[in-house]
């Protein structure tokens, strides 16, 4: 359907409604393909890659990733109820 635009104040208004939409789209790709090559070369290079991102991101350089069975659990005891649902459900649609 065509949207019949009366004016130019109304015109200009579309025009930038329209480019919004375009950025946003634009944006939205450019995501996706960042995050789909994050997820493939997780996949790919396995630790590797998780030690390279977080130097990236995080500008902290890991010799491993590897983390004490105790610090685990003592962090997951302390960790807020809901915040343990969300995890264990999110794990369960993972899996």
């Given at each position: 359907?065509?949207?019949?635009?009366?004016?130019?104040?109304?015109?200009?208004?579309?025009?930038l409604n329209i480019r919004k939409r375009q950025l946003e789209?634009?944006?939205?790709?450019?995501?996706?393909?960042?995050?789909?090559?994050?997820?493939?070369?997780?996949?790919?290079?396995?630790?590797?890659?998780?030690?390279?991102?977080?130097?990236?991101?995080d500008n902290i350089t890991l010799k491993n990733i590897l983390?004490p069975q105790k610090v685990l659990k003592d962090n997951w005891?302390?960790?807020?109820?809901?915040?343990?649902?969300?995890?264990?459900?999110?794990?369960?649609?993972?899996?």
């Amino acid at each position: 359907m065509v949207k019949v635009v009366r004016g130019i104040r109304e015109a200009k208004e579309e025009i930038l409604n329209i480019r919004k939409r375009q950025l946003e789209s634009s944006n939205e790709q450019t995501f996706v393909t960042t995050v789909t090559k994050i997820i493939n070369n997780v996949k790919d290079l396995g630790d590797q890659a998780l030690i390279n991102y977080t130097k990236d991101f995080d500008n902290i350089t890991l010799k491993n990733i590897l983390i004490p069975q105790k610090v685990l659990k003592d962090n997951w005891d302390n960790l807020d109820e809901n915040l343990k649902n969300s995890l264990m459900l999110a794990s369960k649609r993972i899996r």
